[in-house]
């Protein structure tokens, strides 16, 4: 039973580039959020989505980045134009249920990496 | 905003000893409060969890406490073992709030053998 998937573990762009994160989530599991820790901080919400719906995107920010979640295939963060700040590790979570139902848990993939140099 | 807050960085203990992590939050609307752990490279895994209508709830060397009128929650490990040294998060989450999980900055635990 594999656990949430994320690919590339490591990415390294140069500015102005573009960086495209991708992750599949536990099987049977329908809800993916997408969190940022930047360095010294904790995670940050993102954004959350199902099949081919964004959910819920406040943690996004406004330019450059988006995210897809298609009905087929893994669920895709992908960043514009990136700039050194958005040098962090962006962890994608899965989650058979959606919110308000108690249970909170969310399980996390191992994360992906970005340096912008 | 930080609405989580863990306002220790680090924290050092001897092995066999408990742990006591604390964890603050603001937002009265919480109602369920998560602690996940995280080892170096990896993704964040759940430990425990409580509801906002307990105030303790257990599971093998982990408890957690929760004292709604203080917002604040601790989680004690006892005893503490060499290979709970990893980073704790506190998370919070509001009912109705998409699963949405605010987090704390964490806390480093280093348990010496």
């Known amino acids: 039973n594999a656990g949430v998937m994320q690919n590339p573990r490591h990415l390294v762009r140069r500015r102005g580039q573009e960086a495209r994160l991708r992750c599949s989530p536990m099987?049977?599991?329908?809800?993916v959020y997408w969190y940022r820790q930047l360095p010294e901080e904790g995670l940050k919400f993102m954004v959350y989505?199902?099949?081919?719906?964004?959910?819920?995107e406040s943690g996004m920010p406004k330019e450059r980045f988006s995210a897809e979640f298609p009905k087929e295939g893994p669920s895709i963060l992908r960043i514009q134009q990136v700039v050194r700040g958005d040098s962090a590790a962006y962890f994608c979570?899965?989650?058979?249920?959606?919110?308000?139902?108690?249970?909170?848990?969310?399980?996390f993939g191992e994360g992906s990496r970005l340096t912008v140099l | 905003d930080q609405q989580v807050k863990q306002n220790s960085p680090s924290l050092s203990v001897q092995e066999g000893r408990i742990s006591i992590l604390n964890c603050d939050y603001t937002?009265?609307?919480?109602?369920?409060f998560l602690w996940y752990k995280k080892y170096p490279a990896e993704g964040p895994t759940f430990l425990i969890s409580?509801?906002?209508?307990?105030d303790k709830n257990e599971d093998g060397r982990f408890t957690v406490f929760l004292n709604k009128s203080a917002k604040h929650l601790s989680l004690h490990i006892v005893p503490s073992q060499p290979g709970d040294s990893a980073v704790y998060f506190c998370?919070?989450?509001?009912?109705?709030?998409?699963?949405?999980?605010?987090f704390g900055t964490g806390t480093l635990l280093a348990v010496q053998p």
């Open positions: 998370a919070a989450e509001r009912s109705g709030a998409t699963n949405k999980l605010i």
């Open positions: 979570a899965s989650s058979p249920l959606s919110g308000g139902q108690g249970t909170g848990e969310l399980f």
């Open positions: 937002n009265s609307m919480f109602d369920y």
């Open positions: 099987k049977g599991h329908s809800h």
């Open positions: 409580i509801s906002s209508i307990k």
């Open positions: 989505l199902q099949k081919e719906n964004i959910i819920d």
